[in-house]
């Protein structure tokens, strides 16, 4: 009970959820740069100047290839970082230990508010808080955050398990991953601001201003006026006595003003467009397939062991869906079948029982709504190369983690439970934070090294062509040639014409002085793709000598 007593104070328990985090994440420091870091961070001359910031806004913010990538701030801060830090990885684990502090201690806050509003106003304004605002008449209630057990740790267990949730290690761990998820701490920032505003205008402005770094950090920020919309339906009217009419709407309009005027200035004045085919050429068959997305996202939450950056989203049907990517069983899905069926008819009893319970329970309609909501922009709407990554959901975490909350202080406050029930429940929340930490501590170590990173996904994908050609590759940067073999003749079992491979293996020929093997590969290389320059300029070395 003393414990309980210390944990009922707001900086005992913000100590303790940053405390718990820093621990999670303490071995990243030992980890190096691995995939598009490389891209973004060492081999992008441009953004190691200071002077290339503006030119960024302009639309040259991604290097060469990835022109349809726009996040200027993000590529703002990695300038930044390079001015303070040059390529030393500490500091940019620094700056991502800094972004998951911030936006766990955010949540709190988030949550908290929240809560006062589900409470109702007259216990909203009972105590007073700094961070808590009054409350309009017709605040809607929900009976499960009325206690004050509920006003004490939903906002403790909801920000605890955000932070230490393994999904975000891709997010933090991985640094470009950070800097995106920055584009996620200026969401929060301006969703806070935003509930908090009341009469204080200057919080509004607050939440505009975060609003449009959050779109020039992170285009998945986009859904951010959605959110605010579901925050005002499920709390802030009573539509019990008359309809949907949104309080503050000039302010709200504001908002969706600002954003509409982000998209106008990607898209048709900068002319950057989102990247990307649909599966197939087909919306329909991309749709299908984000089904069964939108499931593998639900399986990684609740348990998230042996999480992979391309994960298998089904039998036969990859997250990356690009290069050497199988797509057969892409094509011959429908919408008759089985497994999609049964994932149809369970997103349409979520979103009854979503709207069905609104009034009764209106912090869990808010939890799945937001889940939902922040996973939009990866949801196939917009074509995607990688249907399925652990970044993707940095931001529709919260509303998982505010629903678990929500949920384990249900059960405390269920009158005449059964003294053991509550216990177990007591017990399987410990279970779960003692698992997150674990597989948090030992997923930061899959993030070592290129070798590493790309030897764990090759254990989880080994027939993934894609994966194996990349391990192939480190190790034939590391001048482990034997291994590379192995893992290039791997690709070519599942993709026999890629000339790249068969360039590379030219490469190891001729470094080991097997001159015939390398000029037969080379010609190989040309064959399936006879405008391979490499191989055109390796092949052309060999005849001049």
Known sequence: MFILD????????????????????????????????????????????????????MGESAPEGHQAVYRPIRSSILTLLYQIWGLNPWGYHLYSLFVIIFSTVLVYFITRQIVYVARGPAAAVSRRVSSVVPLPAGTRRDPSAASPLATSFIPFITALLFGLHPIHVESITFMLGAMDSTGALFFLLSFYFWIIRSDKIIFFYFSLFFAGAAYFTNEITITLPLVILAYEYFFNFDNRKKPFKLKNFNLFLTHVTAWFFYLIFRIFILGVHFKGEYLGGSFYLTMLTMVKALIKYIQIFIWPNNLSTYPTIAPGIESYTGLYAPMGKIMTQSIFDPDILVYLVFFGALFFATFHFRKKFPLLSFSIAWFFISLLPVSGIFPLDTLVQERYAYLSSFGYCLFLGWAFLKIFNIKHQNFYVKYFALFIFLVLISSYFYFIYGRNQDFRNQITFWGKLASQAPNNPLINYYLAAEYQYAGRDMEAIRYFEKVLQVAPNAPDVYFRLGQ???????????????????????????AQQALGDQVKK
């Open 6 to 57: 210390i944990l009922k104070s707001t900086t005992a328990q913000i100590l303790l959820i940053i405390f718990l985090t820093v621990l999670a994440y303490s071995n990243i420091f030992q980890n190096s740069f691995v995939g598009d870091d490389y891209v973004f961070i060492i081999n992008w001359d441009k953004a190691h100047k200071i002077d290339f910031i503006p030119k960024m806004f």
């Open 508 to 534: 190891i020929d001729q470094k080991k002085g097997n001159l015939e093997e390398a000029i037969i590969n080379y010609q190989k290389a040309l064959r399936f793709d006879p405008g391979y320059l490499p």
